[in-house]
């Protein structure tokens, strides 16, 4: 019971951590062009339905009865947050190809949300493994993997707006943007498929 109060409490700051980052992200493309910011918007409103999905998931799953209800549910939210990161992958995918090299304009507020997404995700990574090594839970489980991509992919934009910030007519920083859009993208992709497989199994 302890454990399914704190896996419950954890998902719910999820959600609200993770709620105000697609808002700052999108009202920062209204000055800002990149490509990397353009698709991490396009990732971090995926990503928020996905855990919302997994929250009201694990409130209806943590009571008791009907086993076979509960895993149908754990199984379908599971399969959402893995849609969701192909999405949010293969949209980011999409701009990076067809980005032009223009000006990239302001891309401070999608990097403050970076570099605040790496140290939060990373402790909700760390915060759902342990949860899951405690009390193993499927939600639980895709939420620690969604995390570990969410804090591996906010470190790789991060490097790449702080390239735009520093340097945002160079040639180097406006290949780099549509490389670390591209290379986000596909392990967003690639962890979205791996999660579903391993639901339809």
């Known amino acids: 019971m302890k454990q ?22 999108g009202l920062g493309l209204l000055s800002g062009k990149s490509a990397t910011q353009a698709a991490d918007f396009l990732r971090r409103s995926a990503e928020l339905l996905g855990i919302l999905m997994a929250y009201i998931t ?7 009865g009907e086993e076979e ?6 199984r379908f939210s599971n399969l959402f947050v893995g849609a969701m ?8 995918l999409l701009l990076a190809v067809v980005s032009g090299n223009t000006e990239k304009g302001n891309v401070i507020p999608g990097l403050s949300i970076a570099l605040l997404g790496v140290i939060a995700n990373t402790l909700f990574w760390r915060k759902y493994t342990r949860l899951n090594k ?17 804090s591996l992919v906010d470190g790789c934009v991060t490097v790449v707006l702080l390239s735009v910030a520093a340097a945002p007519g160079a040639d180097f920083s406006q290949w ?6 591209a290379v986000v993208a596909l392990y967003l992709v690639w962890c979205g498929l791996r999660t579903i497989r391993e639901r339809l199994r």
């Open 4 to 25: 399914q109060r704190s896996g419950s409490r954890t998902l719910l700051w999820s959600v609200i951590m993770s709620a105000p980052g697609p808002l700052i992200v």
């Open 85 to 92: 990161m192909c999405l949010g992958g293969s949209i980011m």
């Open 176 to 181: 780099l943007d549509r490389i670390g859009s």
């Open 134 to 150: 405690a009390e193993p839970n499927p939600i639980l489980a895709v939420q620690a993997r969604l995390y570990r991509a969410k």
């Open 69 to 74: 209800k509960k895993a149908r549910l754990e």
């Open 58 to 64: 694990y409130q209806l799953t943590s009571r008791e």
